[in-house]
């Protein structure tokens, strides 16, 4: 078992970040939780938005197809999606694809996935094609680029201001069981706020490289990337570890690797990343994002066909965009290189960083 393991090497090596333990439980070759126990969907451990309603999908496919046009509807491009679960939202991408005249003849589909069992089940999608990483993707032609709910995978260290300074939170050991406890802080931190004593200050490293590697990625070949997630619009403090388990929050120690951890999204920090690489960002909330696209309309008509639906599809438009679901607590961010690629649904609605 990975708990075993993990007690096994903090007894050798000291405690671990958060940042480390949550590596492990994900992606720990042989019992990382995406690497052998991932489960989605109503009888799994989570729901994603292509999960809850075809019209999610859609409106993204709406958004690919309006962005293919801005750039001027090349002939090839690559269409990219990283983490793209059991291949729902590609497959929403695609429907909608075949309606635009040209647009399935010039996406080659490309999809990075680090979950063996979800690459697999992916594979059943017509001409998808797996890479490793984003630097194997072909630099050579344009890229529309999506992920939904990655960044939420992508760890980060937690540091706590202390009546004697800040000091990292780290996972030892306390009566040979998992525990938090906490270490000084090393001379590599500087806290980016003026936090009281017991605020939580996360920075996450990884989703800092991972805004950089899309910047670099777009600034080499054009193109654009969409990242839909639920976090942070503005710089904050707080403490977001959190482990899912059927669809409830359990302890994030309690069963390594056999139960999702998620931290939020630094939209700010991606952002800030992402320019600092020469593209341009913009960010709005998902219910913004989805009604400027058009997603009342398309209700509207699923409604229309399928009347004795209605109730259920007003549920899912209302989960997807409502204030207080996630329509509000889930973000979107834009990125684009050159300067003249609109990134519609999100620079007209664009919210500061």
């Not at 046009?69 to 990219?80: K, Q, Y």
């Not at 890479?131 to 050579?140: C, E, P, Q, S």
Request: charged share 20%.
């Amino acid at each position: 078992m990975l708990k075993d393991r993990l007690i096994e090497q903090i007894t050798l090596d000291g405690p671990i970040s958060v940042a480390d333990y949550m590596t492990r439980c994900l992606l720990d070759p042989q019992d990382g939780y995406y690497t052998r126990h991932v489960k989605l969907g109503a009888d799994g451990d989570f729901l994603t938005a292509p999960l809850v309603s075809q019209m999610f999908g859609e409106m993204i496919g709406v958004w690919v197809a309006e962005v293919w046009r801005g750039m001027g509807s090349p002939a090839a491009f690559t269409l990219v999606e990283i983490g793209g679960g059991d291949g729902t939202l590609m497959r929403d991408i695609l429907r909608v694809a075949a309606k635009v005249p040209g647009l399935s003849e010039a996406a080659q589909v490309v999809m990075i996935e680090a979950s063996e069992p979800l690459r697999a089940v992916q594979t059943a999608i017509p001409g998808v094609r797996h890479v490793a990483g984003l630097d194997a993707i072909d630099a050579g032609m344009p890229v529309i680029l999506i992920g939904n709910e990655i960044l939420d995978c992508l760890p980060a260290r937690q540091f706590v201001k202390t009546q004697k300074g800040w000091h990292e939170r780290r996972i030892g050991l306390i009566d040979e069981a998992l525990g938090f406890g906490l270490v000084e802080a090393g001379p590599d931190f500087t806290s980016p706020f003026d936090a009281p004593d017991g605020e939580v200050v996360e920075i996450s490293i990884a989703q800092i490289r991972f805004g950089e590697q899309v910047a670099g990625l777009l600034r080499s070949a054009g193109g654009a990337a969409l990242l839909i997630d639920y976090g942070r619009d503005a710089p904050g403090t707080g403490d977001t570890l959190q482990a899912l388990y059927r669809h409830q929050k359990t302890d994030p120690l309690a069963a390594p690797g056999e139960h999702d951890l998620t931290m939020w999204a630094d939209f700010p920090a991606v952002a800030a990343a992402a320019r600092a690489g020469g593209v341009k960002a913009a960010l709005t909330t998902q219910g913004d994002f989805l009604r400027s696209l058009g997603i009342a309309a398309r209700f509207d008509a699923l409604r229309n066909h399928h009347p004795d639906k209605a109730q259920t599809l007003q549920r899912q438009l209302s989960r997807l965009t409502a204030k207080g679901q996630m329509g509000d607590l889930f973000k979107v961010l834009a990125l684009g290189f050159p300067e003249q690629i609109r990134l519609i649904g999100v620079e007209a609605t664009e919210s500061p960083l």
